[in-house]
């Protein structure tokens, strides 16, 4: 499946931002999709993803309560709402899909889209 990230950009502290990644999957619904992101000289981490069929949504603790991952299967559209967000989140942001399971691992992803840049700066 071929996934493509976007709405990344630069906000200031306390601010928002909504990503999207598209998909050229038909049926998105039989994906898991899941958000990575890595900051420079970090390694790359799992902060959301959202299952397959019943749709329940996974954070990590770093994004709990700020970040919400929703899908729209019809429009094969995945989205991160990213709010309150702090210079700490300053990141490139992925999309990944995997016709099995949720997962932390960046591994257990088959397909990635090119990632996003956001900046959170004053």
């Known amino acids: 499946v071929q996934l493509q990230a976007s709405g990344g950009g630069l906000v200031e502290p306390g601010g928002s931002l909504k990503l999207s990644c598209a998909s050229s999957?038909?049926?998105?619904?039989?994906?898991?999709i899941a958000w990575f992101r890595q900051a420079p000289g970090k390694e790359r981490e799992g902060i959301s993803c959202?299952?397959?069929?019943?749709?329940?949504?996974y954070y990590d603790d770093s994004v709990k309560g700020r970040f919400t991952i929703s899908r729209d299967n019809a429009k094969k559209m995945v989205y991160l709402q990213m709010n309150s967000l702090k210079p700490e989140d300053t990141a490139v942001y992925f999309c990944?899909?995997?016709?099995?399971?949720?997962?932390?691992?960046?591994?257990?992803?088959?397909?990635w889209g090119q990632g996003t840049l956001v900046t959170v700066s004053s």
């Open positions: 959202i299952a397959k069929y019943d749709e329940t949504t």
């Open positions: 990944a899909a995997d016709r099995r399971r949720c997962s932390w691992y960046s591994s257990h992803f088959s397909s």
């Open positions: 999957e038909f049926i998105l619904g039989e994906y898991a």
